[in-house]
């Protein structure tokens, strides 16, 4: 009896052995590293973004931040790692329970209420405690923060290293911008504030404010499936790709991630995988007593800088002009040549920092307003009379018309059951193309609009780029509506059709395209934010030199001559070529368009306006854009 009863003793050791040594080896050499040796992960600073003549639009400012360390810090009327190894205990059963397959299914529910009925009793006293914690209020306000955001702060830390997703002694921030003054007075007595550091990082700032917001767009959070999505394949399609060391961070961290910020609108969206950078390691081994080598650092990898097309003097400038019209709607300034765009304002707008507070981003949100969506791409409206610089190209290159040929303007027309009105209820008398133009004479385009067939006014319209998106590079472009050709249209909707009315609608980005097209010869470009330095992207339009040069003089009568549309608010000293617009909007005042080029002879700014509700282009948007011209110019003359 004594030798079996020894003989067991030795199996079970040996057996233990076993066990300890080869099933669970890896598990302890696991625990005995992450006691010996300290990971910390370097966050990567995200990419600037500049303006075409390097200023700095977006960039990174460095922060202080106060962070507790959950294994050393001692708040008093609290034991405070008694209640974090209960609730890590409780986590860890959880898991294993749910990851149980051989365990019939009630069993397993009736365990996991258990569990989880203990996970709240637990974490709403660590929770309670935490808050009345005299050591929380006095560090609250040395660093002057609030007392109950920094006692929530600590329990969600608190709770991340119970469930495993942060190690007991990486240090947690729990309360954001701290002052420099407070900072530096806390960290002096560190000795009185044992477990408590002030930690920096890096966070997102935007030059110019809500100058540029329709362009950069902003920063959130990465939501819950998202961080999934990473977890699973490394990648959102489209938006983040992760190194290596964050992918390990994710796999050690579950649903934790290093930098949870991500592009949510804009520039910062279109270009996150550019702009997001991938994290560093560093390992140290620590010794008790003596300084702690570090035996590993991979340092991170920032973010590449990207370069837009945007001149931040003529976006400031743009921006400035609009917001003293009080009006909503959007202006655009392109170069024709390239197609890179020099500014884009959308109003009203918003500050990005507005959206960083939970509160005031729920004001933006619900704002009446909508200071959010872009105008400028988001929001297609009809064009009004901006759109017989496509209608005066497809005559002239059809053959329904030539340059002199003159229609009677008598003020009306009859089309059946109603009649059509001229522009301001005037008769122009015989008018050819240039002075239709001039004066938009809707009665010379309803007369055109009867020698084209429904497929060549369409086909010229979506040529230009009607009803197709702009390539853009930005999230939630418009494409913008035009009529179907197929579908039978009565007189009334052709003529419509050809002063911009009706079906037809478009976004100022289009407009502008459109306007580029003219300026530069015939080259439809694609919009570009990044700075073009060679071969623009175009497509290369079917018109002849002298269609272009006709609807060109057009549209420098505009401008330039009595009697124009646009020439009461023109600029001494700026010779330009545009079109204005007045687009019905039912019960409500018209849309205020005016679309424009300059200098004449070689094209350089393509300015295009719209006025929501406004009333006439000439009135409302045409002065916008000769102010802003007129800027411009000045700025030039004091670089030349």
């Known amino acids: 009896m004594v030798l079996g009863f020894v003989c067991a003793l030795l199996l079970l050791f040996i057996a233990q052995c076993v066990n300890m040594q080869l099933i669970k080896a890896e598990d302890y050499r696991y625990q005995a590293s992450s006691r010996a040796i300290r990971m910390q992960y370097l966050p990567a600073a995200r990419g600037m973004l500049l303006d075409r003549n390097g200023e700095k639009l977006a960039s990174n400012e460095i922060t202080l931040d106060l962070a507790v360390q959950i294994d050393r810090v001692r708040l008093q009327g609290i034991h405070l790692d008694f209640y974090r190894k209960r609730l890590a205990s409780l986590y860890r059963e959880k898991r294993t329970l749910s990851d149980d397959q051989f365990m019939p299914a009630d069993t397993r529910r009736k365990k996991l209420l258990i569990v989880d009925q203990d996970i709240r009793k637990y974490s709403s006293i660590a929770s309670r405690l935490i808050s009345q914690s005299a050591s929380i209020k006095r560090v609250a306000e040395r660093c002057a923060v609030d007392a109950d955001a920094l006692s929530k702060s600590v329990f969600e830390a608190f709770k991340r290293v119970a469930l495993g997703w942060e190690y007991p002694w990486t240090s947690v921030v729990v309360a954001h911008d701290i002052d420099p003054v407070v ?55 489209g938006r983040i790709r992760l190194n290596a060391v964050d992918l390990d961070y994710l796999s050690r961290n579950r649903y934790s991630l290093l930098d949870p910020m991500c592009g949510a609108a804009g520039v910062e969206r279109a270009f996150e995988m550019k702009l997001r950078g991938g ?203 035009l009529p179907n050709p197929r579908d039978t249209w009565f007189l009334g909707e052709r003529y419509m059709f050809s ?90 005042n018209s849309h205020a368009w005016f679309t424009c080029f300059t200098p004449y002879e070689e094209p350089k700014y393509v300015v295009t306006v719209l006025c929501e509700n406004a009333g006439t282009g000439g009135s409302q948007a045409a002065p916008i854009a000769w102010r802003v011209l007129e800027r411009i110019w000045k700025l030039e003359d004091r670089f030349r």
């Open 499 to 588: 002063i911009g009315q009706g079906a037809v609608a478009a976004t100022p980005l289009q407009v502008a395209r459109m306007t580029c097209a003219i300026a530069n010869g015939g080259k439809l470009v694609r919009p570009a934010l990044l700075r073009v330095r060679h071969h623009p992207s175009f497509e290369k339009l079917e018109i002849s030199p002298s269609t272009l040069e006709a609807v060109r003089e057009g549209m420098k009568s505009v401008c330039m001559e009595p009697g124009g549309t646009a020439h009461k608010s023109g600029v001494k000293g700026i010779t330009a070529a545009g079109k204005t617009g007045s687009a019905e909007v039912q019960g409500k």
């Open 279 to 481: 994290s560093g390691l560093s390992k140290v081994f620590r010794k008790r007593n003596r300084p702690d080598p570090e035996i590993l650092r991979r340092p991170p990898e920032n973010g590449e800088d990207v370069v837009l097309s945007i001149d931040s003097r003529i976006q400031r400038i743009a921006y400035s002009e609009f917001r003293k019209s009080r009006h909503k709607g959007a202006i655009i300034v392109m170069k024709p040549e390239t197609g890179e765009v020099l500014a884009m304002v959308s109003m009203p707008s918003v500050s990005p920092s507005a959206l960083s507070d939970p509160v005031t981003a729920q004001k933006v949100f619900n704002d009446k307003d909508h200071p959010l969506f872009n105008r400028a791409i988001q929001e297609h409206y009809p064009t009004g009379s901006v759109f017989k610089i496509v209608m005066s190209v497809a005559g002239l290159e059809e053959g329904v018309i030539g340059e002199y040929d003159k229609v009677n303007c008598e003020g009306t027309l009859d089309a059946g059951d109603r009649f059509f009105r001229c522009y301001n209820k005037q008769a122009h008398g015989p008018t050819d193309l240039r002075r239709a133009l001039k004066v938009s004479c809707n009665i010379f385009f309803y007369k055109l609009s009867e020698k084209l067939s429904k497929q060549q006014l369409v086909g010229w319209a979506e040529d230009f780029g009607y009803s197709k998106l702009t390539g853009i590079p930005l999230r939630g472009e418009t494409d913008g509506n």
């Open 183 to 237: 900072a530096e007075a806390f960290a002096s007595t560190s000795f009185e504030n044992y477990g408590w550091t002030i930690a920096t990082s890096l966070r997102r700032v935007y030059t110019y404010d809500e100058k540029t917001f329709h362009i950069l767009g902003y920063m959130r959070e990465l939501m819950a499936s998202e961080i999934t999505a990473l977890r699973e394949d490394g990648i959102i399609p």
